[in-house]
């Protein structure tokens, strides 16, 4: 579904998503099984995917945005970075409820990109790393992004069938 006075490139790909009232999607981007609010700004060869981007989020040119990442409003990331599988990033500063010394947000522009205003909220220390390869006995194990911190944020994508919007 795509809102009133949004704008998409002819060379840009619109998969399984719905795309919010005078919103722009650049050249060579592609946005999969996603939800851009109104008056999402998407520069040119950007990917999205399975993630959810607020009112007035602006993406430059060349970010990524992987699997199960929520942005809040008024968020702009790039140019020229990927957010890694579920991030959250937002516009005020995370609250932390111990001590700001603890508070492991940032807003370095290897993270969130040069031109990029937002703060990338912390990882929670007590979630296992989906990407730590190795379990606590030193074997492999299957790396999962499934934590059970991500599945409430997996359960939109689970519930609605979005194929047959495009």
Known sequence: MIGGGTRIDDKASVVGSVVGSDSTIGK????????L?????????CSVESSILADGVTLLDGTHVE???LIGEGVT?????TLPAFSRV??????????DDELVSSREPSKIGANGSGWLWPVDPEQDDPLEELDETGEERELSFETPQNLKYL????????????
Do not use: K, M
Not at 37 to 45: D, F, H, L, V
């Open 28 to 35: 060579s981007t592609v946005v999969s099984n996603s939800f």
């Open 37 to 45: 609010w109104e008056g999402a700004s998407i520069g040119a060869g």
């Open 67 to 69: 699997r199960g990442c």
């Open 77 to 81: 990331l790039g140019p020229n970075v």
């Open 90 to 99: 937002s516009r005020e500063r995370p609250a932390d409820e111990e001590s």
């Open 155 to 166: 359960r939109i994508g689970r519930e609605h069938d979005f194929t047959s919007l495009a």
